[in-house]
């Protein structure tokens, strides 16, 4: 009785094998009838009219290396005109003997549709810097730590107004539908 307990116990216990993960390069997004996509060496925002490729809206010229984290295309009313915000992150990593720079941008960019415009633009950098500074004239040495950031920090507001905060300012923004393009409240 104690072996076929024994036994039961032990084959109960074991671990199943982890299924296997597959990583895939992210997709990056439709919406509407627009789709966030690189082509002929540019990241761009392609729209498309009744089922066929259209204009396309460029929004940087890229390399084949290119690759947006979290990209995000949405549509959001802002004067009574629909807008659409398209949102992604660029991570780099610099190594140089004993300094290393992990940067990371999030950039903002919303378009006027109709009018196939680009009405506003923000980016936010954040530099982790790591460094081995020598101490003195001595062998001893420390790891030192800076954070720098370049940019404003962007935050849209359910009314269709946007905000960038930095370190020491705030300011808030309002689309002007006659001049397509946001201006300071």
């Not at 660029?90 to 720079?101: L, P, V």
């Not at 009018?115 to 923000?122: A, E, G, I, P, T």
């Not at 920090?153 to 393009?181: A, C, H, R, W």
Request: glycine letters at 6%; charged letters at 25%; aromatic letters at 8%.
């Amino acid at each position: 009785m104690c072996i076929g307990l024994l036994t039961l116990n032990g084959y109960s216990q074991k671990k199943k094998a982890a299924a296997k993960k597959t990583t895939t390069a992210s997709a990056l997004p439709k919406l509407d009838n627009l789709t966030a996509e690189i082509k002929n060496g540019n990241f761009q925002v392609s729209i498309s009219e009744k089922g066929k490729s259209g204009d396309a809206l460029i929004v940087k010229a890229v390399d084949a290396s290119f690759k947006p984290a979290d990209c995000k295309l949405s549509s959001f009313m802002a004067n009574g005109v629909k807008l659409y915000l398209l949102t992604w992150t660029e991570i780099s990593n610099i190594q140089s003997g004993a300094k290393t720079e992990d940067k990371t941008t999030v950039y903002n960019v919303i378009y006027e549709i109709t009018s196939k415009k680009q009405v506003y633009s923000n980016y936010q950098l954040t530099n982790h810097i790591t460094e081995r500074v020598s101490l003195g004239g001595t062998a001893a040495s420390e790891t030192q730590e800076h954070i720098r950031r370049e940019g404003f920090e962007f935050v849209l507001n359910p009314d269709g107004s946007i905000t960038q905060k930095g370190k020491n300012q705030q300011t808030t923004f309002v689309y002007d539908k006659d001049k397509m393009e946001f201006k300071k409240k």
